[in-house]
């Protein structure tokens, strides 16, 4: 079983930047995805913001294309999002994942807030 921590969220202005990082408890081998949904609203579905395989193919939502960056440290089974040029439509609950095929982890969320 793998757990996952995350740090980083927080209230930041609009045009400002926070750093998201989720440290695996165990190694995770470079073939399994890892990185983020966010969930805008209670009621809302979660949906993917970034992810990385193998350290270099990254996808990100066209939402956040251009704005925020994912990296991956495979040595120390941790996965970061930077985050920049905030905006309020960023404003979500952020979950850090790790998958492979069928198989899937979640942390258990970190708040980001960003004001007008």
């Known amino acids: 079983q793998v757990q996952l921590a995350e740090s980083g969220g927080g209230l930041v202005q609009a045009g400002g930047s926070l750093r998201l990082s989720c440290a695996a408890s165990?190694?995770?081998?470079?073939?399994?995805?890892m990185g983020w949904y966010r969930r805008q609203s209670p009621g809302q579905q979660r949906e993917l913001v970034a992810s990385i395989r193998s350290g270099r193919d990254a996808n990100y939502a066209d939402s956040v294309q251009g704005r925020f960056i994912i990296s991956r440290d495979n040595a120390k089974n941790t996965v970061v999002l930077q985050m920049n040029s905030l905006e309020p439509e960023d404003t979500a609950v952020y979950y850090c994942?790790?998958?492979?095929?069928?198989?899937?982890?979640w942390g258990q969320g970190t708040q980001v807030t960003v004001s007008p």
């Open positions: 994942f790790v998958s492979y095929y069928d198989e899937r982890y």
């Open positions: 165990t190694t995770i081998p470079s073939m399994y995805t």
